[in-house]
């Protein structure tokens, strides 16, 4: 079955301690992004990679750092996490063919 | 900010009344896609258009492409209660970037 998992699915943590959220396809798909979804604000991207070691800024990038050493996982890394980081993230894979998203479940994380 | 703008942002209709969103996009698209949320799910793709002044359906839903390939609208007809959820536009730039709407949040009473 194809399927992006994100993990964890919920996360409450507290001020600076650093956070990895991880991200893994089974699609084969070289395009994977991740994007913050906040009331009002719809969907924004942080970062997207176009293939493995390919990364680029999305419209925010601050505070978040990814890699993509291989092709189906792409972890998102909060460093020193922050309240404002208080969110739910989405992880996406897409073909670049057509860049239809394909959307994990979702994590939701409090940063106290 | 953001350089979709989509509205309404919310919408409250009587089931079986017809609903439309829009996206307005700053800049020429190069192709536009459609998403639903439901509630405490996560965005599913629901079309993708591509030429200038395309129209698509999908059963009771009608989506639309600007001449200019700047904006589109998404239709329901006669909505049901399984037609509530988030509508979201994302339109992919020349350059690969696709930038979403913020999303019009519909509910429908029974």
């Known amino acids: 079955e194809a399927q992006v998992t994100q993990n964890p699915r919920y996360l409450i943590t507290v001020t600076g301690k650093k956070l990895t959220v991880t991200c893994s396809q089974n699609?084969?798909?070289?395009?994977m992004s991740w994007y913050r979804q906040d009331p009002g604000l719809g969907l924004r991207q942080i970062y997207y990679?176009?293939?493995?070691?390919?990364?680029d800024k999305g419209d925010v990038p601050e505070g978040y750092k990814v890699s993509r050493k291989e092709k189906r996982n792409f972890p998102l890394i909060l460093e020193s996490p922050s309240p404002n980081q208080t969110s739910l993230y989405f992880c996406?894979?897409?073909?670049?063919?057509?860049?239809?998203?394909?959307f994990g479940p979702g994590t939701r994380l409090t940063v106290t | 900010g953001q350089q979709v703008m989509q509205i309404p942002q919310y919408q409250h209709v009587q089931e079986g009344e017809d609903f439309t969103t829009y996206c307005n996009s700053s800049?020429?698209?190069?192709?536009i896609q459609w998403y639903k949320q439901r509630p405490g799910g996560h965005p599913v793709f629901l079309i993708q258009?591509?030429?200038?002044?395309e129209v698509k359906k999908q059963k009771r839903l009608t989506f639309q492409f600007g001449e200019a390939k700047k904006n589109s609208s998404l239709h329901i007809t006669a909505t049901q209660t399984t037609d509530v959820g988030t509508y979201f536009c994302?339109?992919?730039?020349?350059?690969?970037?696709?930038?979403f709407g913020a999303g019009t949040i519909l509910r429908v009473k029974s």
């Open positions: 699609m084969n798909h070289e395009y």
């Open positions: 996406a894979t897409a073909p670049t063919y057509t860049y239809e998203q394909y």
């Open positions: 258009l591509v030429k200038s002044g």
């Open positions: 800049t020429t698209l190069s192709n």
């Open positions: 994302a339109g992919l730039r020349y350059g690969n970037k696709l930038v």
């Open positions: 990679s176009m293939n493995v070691e390919v990364t």
